[in-house]
């Protein structure tokens, strides 16, 4: 190991060295407390400056990292992700006087399996990504220790995560013995060359891992636990599990189909399509249902899950180009929502807020409400929202693809999602509420609320730089 395997993984041991002071932290007097986030962001900062500016492109580690434009653009996502995610949590936990350094520290060790799993060149390092993203996860669901939905959620999570974790690391142990290496390259080339030692092991093995994949970003049949644990974990911990792993699972899924798997399509095109179909339908059906916002939320973020799986059914550079698009839109805008959410919340374990929180929201407080619409709406796919122009951008390439039935599909679910995004809306500027209390707009929140409208209604009104940043990022790997 050199000084340019250390320079690789810079904004990593930035992360863990960050997080492990948050530890310490934790331990000294009480006013030390509010510099806790504070010290979370200023490590997130850091690591973001590193993982653009610093080191070389290439591999490392004995090749099992690679550094990119793909890598840093995912990379800088994650910790832009992050550090808005700390920023929507700050506000709620010191509210719920909960407010702890571990919270923070988690997040950051969550944030570090995320970058390897987008660096990964090797399955092993995947695994390892997977499961320094995952374990974290299942603390944070279950933080609220004294709320019996917070220990459900977290006791869900950890079980269903634990068996998706050994079907993904069987996947890995078929494909190992297959071809005879864990390494992306030695993988392709066994493949490619046919000189794996079966093609139903490799094949079997492939299945495995989309297994593991499909459950970390929630596909249908595989999102069971969704719901119920992104209502029971502390709102500001929902917002950043229905956006991290959905970011780091389908970033790194792309990556591994389009140098090991892409010879293979022909053989599993068809299960792809069906988990894609099923994903969208079963999400949005499920959330025409739903009173309460988490849940609607969860719903909704099964079904862009689906949406985004029609990427990885093409996986060619406009379908990638389009997932990035996509995912940079969906994360930073449901991010956004779950943080609004949270205002809306009252604290009571038995009153998790639903639509009829919403009415009069718009007379408590304009912007909020304003706000509120707009993730919503970009979120649904209305012009001139980003979100419109990711699902034009994913509907084209998938189109173009040849999947004429399956678009018409996606489109008619676009359609049905309308009625759900749209009654929290309705609620708010046409249905007096209860509380006419005015709702102030915590300082931390802000910036989750101007990413919020420069990414919804700046990248829609003038697309050019994200599009830019995202078809120079996925000309790495496709």
Request: neutral net charge; hydrophobic residues 55%; charged residues 10%.
């Amino acid at each position: 190991m050199g000084s340019a395997d250390i320079l690789s993984t810079l904004p990593e041991l930035v992360l863990i060295a960050t997080a492990l002071l948050l530890l310490v932290m934790e331990s000294a007097a009480e006013p030390h407390r509010e510099l806790l986030a504070a010290t979370a962001l200023g490590g997130l900062a850091i690591a973001l400056v590193t993982a653009l500016g610093y080191g070389a492109d290439g591999l490392y580690y004995s090749g099992m990292l690679q550094v990119d434009p793909y890598a840093r653009f995912v990379s800088a996502l994650a910790l832009v992700l992050a550090a808005l995610a700390i920023m929507v949590a700050v506000p709620y936990l010191r509210r719920t006087l909960e407010e702890r350094g571990e919270y923070y520290s988690l997040m950051l060790f969550a944030t570090v399996g995320m970058l390897l799993m987008v660096k990964a060149q090797d399955l092993t390092m995947v695994f390892l990504g997977l499961e320094l993203l995952s374990i974290p996860l299942y603390v944070l669901a279950g933080f609220y220790r004294h709320r019996s939905s917070s220990n459900e959620a977290g006791l869900k999570y950890l079980l269903l995560g634990a068996f998706a974790a050994g079907f993904f690391l069987f996947g890995i142990a078929l494909l190992y013995g297959s071809t005879g290496t864990t390494s992306y390259s030695g993988m392709a080339q066994a493949i490619n060359s046919g000189t794996e030692l079966s093609r139903v092991l490799t094949l079997a093995g492939f299945g495995l891992l989309l297994v593991g994949f499909a459950f970390k970003v929630a596909l249908a049949p595989f999102h069971m636990y969704a719901p119920d644990v992104y209502e029971g974990a502390p709102t500001s911990m929902s917002a950043f599990l229905s956006t991290g792993p959905k970011l780091a699972g389908f970033a790194t899924l792309l990556k591994l189909i389009a140098v090991v798997f892409a010879g293979t399509m022909v053989h599993w095109w068809t299960a792809i399509w069906i988990l894609a179909a099923l994903t969208m339908t079963v999400g949005n059906l499920a959330a025409l249902r739903q009173d309460s916002l988490k849940r609607m939320l969860a719903y909704s973020s099964v079904a862009h899950a689906g949406y985004l799986a029609l990427a990885i059914l093409v996986t060619n550079y406009d379908s990638g180009f389009a997932m990035l698009f996509y995912l940079t839109v969906y994360v930073l805008t449901t991010l956004a929502a779950f943080g609004i959410v949270s205002l809306l919340e009252e604290g009571e374990e038995s009153a998790m807020p639903g639509v009829e929180a919403c009415k009069g929201l718009a007379r408590r407080n304009p912007w909020l409400a304003a706000a509120f619409t707009l993730a919503l709406l970009s979120l649904a796919g209305f012009p001139p929202t980003a979100g419109f122009l990711g699902k034009f951008f994913l509907f084209n390439a998938t189109l173009d693809a040849g999947y004429l039935w399956l678009v018409i599909l996606a489109v008619l679910n676009s359609l049905v999602s309308v009625y759900y995004y749209l009654r929290p809306v309705v609620a708010m500027y046409m249905q007096p509420g209860k509380n006419t209390s005015a709702l102030p707009i915590p300082r931390m929140l802000i910036p989750a609320l101007l990413a919020l409208a420069v990414v919804a209604l700046g990248a829609g009104f003038i697309p050019a730089p994200l599009v830019h940043a995202t078809a120079s990022a996925i000309s790495a790997i496709l």
